[in-house]
């Protein structure tokens, strides 16, 4: 079946960093991605959507230049946490939306730990 | 977004006993989905309800879909210590876009 994957799984980095990670619809084309953050023990909250060739759209209280998201193609979504803090450690998921069959998929996570 | 209750928050069941869990919200929704989530993992896709009054089996799992729209609830039948995990309802508003609104989650233990 379809298969998202997200790179890196685990990342660990200093403040005042910037991490990219990467999403990947691996055989499948994804008009649209998600892009979900999810505290510890807390459920998975929406942070924007990313439709491929156009800017993403984010969810109220989700800053803009501080999670810069790119869908450069059809099968890769970008965030980029600019500059990030402890308090951005997080697990950050994403999901595609398949092409041909409007069928979600998620990635596996990856989980950022700012130090 | 707009946030599902969902409910019990957790559970601790044994091994062979029947669970529910169910979720509301005060908005109609066009899509009902279950996931369950591995510690670690991303969610993995358990039940999609796309109608109203929908009841859908896979497996020991059996979901429906409200009549009203605004509620969807998920049984696990005899279940197994595999089943531990946080289970997540989905929904997918009007308009949204395929976009997903989640609840809290439940998160379930069974002992064997």
């Known amino acids: 079946g379809a298969v998202v994957s997200q790179h890196p799984s685990w990342v660990i980095c200093k403040s005042g960093t910037s991490v990219k990670i990467e999403c990947r619809s691996l055989?499948?084309?994804?008009?649209?991605m998600f892009w979900y953050r999810q505290f510890p023990k807390q459920s998975l909250m929406l942070m924007a959507t990313?439709?491929?060739?156009?800017?993403?759209?984010?969810e109220q209280g989700v800053e803009k230049d501080k999670f810069l998201i790119n869908h450069a193609s059809l099968t890769l979504s970008t965030l980029t946490v600019t500059s990030a803090h402890p308090e951005d450690s997080s697990f950050y998921i994403c999901s595609a939306r398949g092409r041909q069959t409007g069928e979600l998929f998620f990635g596996e996570g990856s989980r950022l730990t700012v130090l | 977004g707009q946030q599902l209750n969902q409910s019990p928050q957790s559970m601790f069941i044994q091994e062979g006993e029947d669970v529910s869990m169910n979720c509301t919200s005060s908005s109609i929704f066009n899509t009902w989905l279950w996931y369950k989530q591995d510690p670690g993992e991303g969610p993995v896709l358990l039940i999609a309800?796309?109608?109203?009054?929908e009841l859908t089996s896979n497996g020991r799992l059996t979901a429906q879909f409200g009549i009203t729209r605004k509620d969807s609830f998920l049984n696990i039948s005899a279940s197994i210590p595999s089943d531990v995990g946080i289970y997540f309802c989905a929904g997918q508003l009007p308009g949204s876009g395929y976009a997903l609104n989640f609840g809290k989650g439940t998160s379930l233990l069974v002992t064997p």
């Open positions: 055989d499948f084309q994804a008009t649209t």
């Open positions: 990313s439709n491929e060739g156009s800017k993403a759209t984010y």
């Open positions: 309800l796309y109608k109203a009054g």
